[in-house]
């Protein structure tokens, strides 16, 4: 299997369970992907759903004609929080920019890479540049160059930072909180942020 899928009171966790292909997420996989968002977003159990990873790179690509899954916040009333480590490129990346709110371990690489393969994607761009601005993600998918941790701070593509070792903890306790809190409060907050872009 591709993912795992684990209810922790009202937090929905998927993870990518394919390290030994870098979590790289091929047409298959994404479509599950999606699929489990979808239902996790419309059970009433779910107040929030964490995108985790196992092994040592968050999702190294992601099958770039996949659109829904890259749009997928501007579809759903429950908050998505991504918990990033090691790598996040291309189609990774824009599941990043997905996220709600997004933590990443110190010392993870970025990427908008896919035209040093003479490709370009421009769902996954467009999700990018939702979270760091047109300009910045031009210049990324132009170069293809990767980026710093710090780097994905200062352009607002993560939100905070934190040793590797703690990237689990921090992340879970963030998703929880976002969980319990009130539903309707929570779902007038993302339709807000939503309408305003």
Known sequence: MSLRVEQDGRLCRIAFAIPEKRNVLDAEACRA??????????????????????????????EPDSGDLFTIRERIAKPIVAAVQGVAIS????????????????????????????????VIFRAIANAVGDRRAMELGLTGRVFSTPDALAWGLVHSVAPAFELD?????????????????????????????
């Open 169 to 197: 903890d921090r992340a879970t306790e963030i998703a929880t909180a976002l969980a319990n809190a009130n539903p309707a409060a929570v779902r007038e907050a993302l339709s807000r942020t939503d309408r305003q872009g």
């Open 91 to 122: 189609g990774g990346l824009a599941l990043v920019a997905n996220a709600h709110v997004a933590i990443a371990a110190q010392g993870t690489s970025f990427g908008l890479t896919d035209i040093r393969e003479g490709k370009w994607s421009p």
């Open 33 to 62: 992907l999606l699929r489990e968002i979808i239902d996790a977003a419309a059970a009433d159990q779910t107040g929030a759903i964490l995108l985790e990873a196992d092994g040592p790179v968050f999702c190294a690509g992601a």
